[in-house]
């Protein structure tokens, strides 16, 4: 089975835009995995315009399932990753004020800069992941890094199958099959949903965790947070 790790960010976004603590990020990665989720994931940026540096030191203690902290890997957040220690670090290239991931690594071009910073948290026994595009060529990058995994950059293909283009698939199965050949974990993430999922999970060669975020959030307002929850952990089998 795969495993389903929520993305809080957009639970942090809610409560940002009022002030206060409410909802509860703590209280809200609590539930999730009471709820059955394998994984609570954050991404943390700079501005902190939704996830906070001190939520990721505050979820340490609750998350008992897999925290993965996503993020660019500057010096703050390395710091932050050392210090909380999650079970993985994903990698991802985000520019200062992106509204959201558009990107996967340029693992060839960046890939002595990855070496570097992957050893570190390596080192420290913290599994690491790299976001990648679905293209063979990456992945095999990916590999000269010496990253754990790579976590495939959904985005694309979750626009084409709304679209009724199920051929979308077809390159996201050809770099995951490239990465179980060269020993590499398979994760995945972005704009997928409810309506992709199972579609997707179907068609990914040894695809060992998604995760989700956006859409979860969003459908968990008309299904609630715990039937959504299940809802994913059905399509996921």
């Known amino acids: 089975m795969t495993k389903l790790s929520v993305n809080i960010n957009k639970i942090a976004t809610l409560r940002n835009a009022r002030g206060g603590n409410v909802p509860n990020v703590v209280e809200a990665a609590v539930a999730i995995q009471r709820f059955g989720a394998q994984g609570i994931t954050i991404h943390p940026r700079p501005d902190e315009r939704h996830i906070r540096y001190q939520d990721a030191r505050d979820l340490r203690s609750v998350v008992t399932t897999e925290f993965n902290i996503e993020g660019n890997p500057q010096h703050n957040f390395i710091d932050l990753v050392l210090e909380c220690r999650p079970e993985q670090v994903t990698l991802v290239p985000d520019a200062i004020g992106a509204i959201t991931s558009s990107a996967g690594w340029d693992t060839v071009r960046h890939q002595s800069y990855l070496q570097e910073v992957i050893a570190v948290f390596k080192a420290q026994g913290i599994r690491t992941s790299i976001f990648v595009d679905p293209d063979v060529k990456m992945i095999e990058g990916a590999k000269a890094t010496g990253t754990d995994r790579i976590e495939l950059y959904t985005e694309s293909f979750a626009h084409q199958?709304?679209?009724?283009?199920?051929?979308?698939?077809?390159?996201?199965?050809?770099?995951?099959q490239r990465a179980v050949d060269l020993k590499l974990g398979v994760n995945a993430g972005h704009d997928l949903s409810l309506e992709n999922i199972r579609f997707f999970k179907q068609n990914i060669p040894g695809l060992l965790e998604v995760s989700i975020g956006h859409a979860l959030i969003s459908e968990a307002l008309y299904f609630g947070l715990d039937n959504v929850v299940n809802m994913y952990l059905q399509k996921l089998k």
């Open 161 to 176: 199958y709304a679209l009724g283009n199920e051929h979308a698939i077809a390159p996201y199965a050809a770099a995951a």
